[in-house]
């Protein structure tokens, strides 16, 4: 009996998690939530318009998430070169293109290379709207190109859209110990140490940056139609990625839970501490002070899709992701669209509580859906998120 119980304890809750405070998945014992007003700047002035909130109230929001979650995300480099390889067959010759690009980047007299593997559809010419898919599946690394459940790329190319994706470990490992064997030592050395200095969820993101720079400049591509998709880890990075890069028009974080969508300070499922523990190297090294203290933290995740708006951010849950916390991805964004609805000026209102959903809710520049079953992004994820894409692109 014993033995069942410690077996489904290791099942339940991720290993080296087993240490800290277990997980609360008790919504009864989420704390009363004291979340920062997004309308009120740090010297008390009440902020209702769009030159208030661009020029006083979101760079101070921008600074927060910068210093205290996710560290910067340095743009400056001296060169920046494309070059179009041949290493792989194309799996989809019949209706697409493929582009393998590798990226070359210079700063100080080094330069580092990243890869992107780039669909277009054929025979059209195009300009194509498209869509990039942050990658960090340990099983598909670049070169390998594509998982078709987690990437669709037929579908994809069938509906209209070029689409590229890129691999995490071609910029920066996800792994705490090589962490910085990427750009972080290459390019951005005096970024180490600091305490809010570049980590892997700022250099994953800089690379998407260059993938844009990429395709910003292709011709076949209708860059200002532009979405950048991230599941869970890269949920997270995505949302960060165009909180610091206007270029995307939508952008779609699924499943991306605590640090991304999910409110930190309800302490539901995956916490600061559990996510800093396993995860040291995908945060700034300040965001460990708030490990077990939530409710000193000056923000949360609420004050993000703002930094994003008017462009769109669509959140998705899965209803068995509670490590993930449906209910806090749901209030993050509802929360968060308030600054699409009364600065901008948006119909984008989420009027149902979380418990009365019933099914997808697709607003103007916001949406949000939850399916049954567990953490993975599914094709019916990205079915119900491309219904939103058709509407808000
Ligand atoms: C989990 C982690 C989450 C999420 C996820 C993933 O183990 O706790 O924050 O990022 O991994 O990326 O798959």
């Known amino acids: 009996m014993k033995l069942i119980s410690l077996l489904l304890a290791s099942i339940l809750i991720p290993l080296n998690t087993m240490s800290q405070t277990p997980p609360n998945y008790n919504e009864s014992k989420v704390p009363a939530l004291h979340l920062p007003d ?70 100080n007299g080094k330069s580092h ?113 532009s979405v950048l998709v991230g599941h869970s880890r890269t949920g997270k990075t995505a949302l960060w990625t165009s909180a610091n890069d206007p270029r995307w028009a939508i952008t779609y974080a699924n499943e991306s839970g605590c640090g991304g969508a999910a409110l930190s300070k309800r302490k539901f499922g995956e916490t600061i501490e559990a996510i800093n523990t396993r995860f040291p190297h995908w945060f700034a090294d300040n965001f460990l002070k708030y490990n077990g203290k939530e409710e000193s933290l000056p923000l949360d995740q609420h004050l993000l899709p703002g930094l994003i708006a008017p462009r769109a951010v669509y959140y998705s849950s899965a209803r068995e992701d509670r490590w993930a916390d449906p209910k806090g991805e749901y209030l993050g964004i509802q929360l968060g669209s308030r600054i699409a609805s009364e600065i901008y000026g948006k119909k984008a209102v989420f009027e149902k509580e979380f418990e009365e959903l019933e099914g997808p809710v697709h607003l103007e520049s916001v949406g949000y859906h939850i399916r049954e079953g567990a953490h993975d992004l599914t094709w019916e994820d990205w079915r119900i998120f491309l219904e939103f894409v058709e509407k808000n692109l």
């Open 38 to 107: 997004p309308f009120v700047s740090e010297k008390g002035k009440l902020i209702h318009t769009v030159e208030d909130w661009e020029k006083t109230r979101r760079p101070e929001i921008f600074r927060l998430f910068e210093s205290e979650v996710y560290g910067q995300l340095p743009k400056d480099f001296e060169a920046i070169s494309f070059e179009v390889v041949k290493e792989n067959a194309n799996p989809f010759s019949q209706i697409a293109d493929l582009e393998e690009v590798n990226i070359t980047v210079g700063r």
């Open 113 to 225: 290379t990243i890869r992107i593997n780039f669909f277009l559809p054929k025979p059209q010419k195009g300009p194509f709207p498209v869509i990039l898919l942050i990658n960090y599946l340990p099983n598909y690394p670049d070169g390998k190109l594509v998982d078709e459940a987690f990437w669709p790329v037929r579908e994809l190319i069938q509906r209209g859209f070029a689409t590229a994706s890129f691999h995490v470990e071609t910029v920066a490992p996800d792994d705490a110990k090589t962490y910085q064997n990427g750009i972080i030592s290459t390019l951005y050395p005096e970024q180490i140490g600091k305490s809010d200095g570049l980590k892997a969820f700022g250099a994953w993101g800089w690379a998407a940056m260059r993938a844009m720079d990429y395709l910003e400049q292709h011709p076949r591509i209708d860059s200002k139609k």
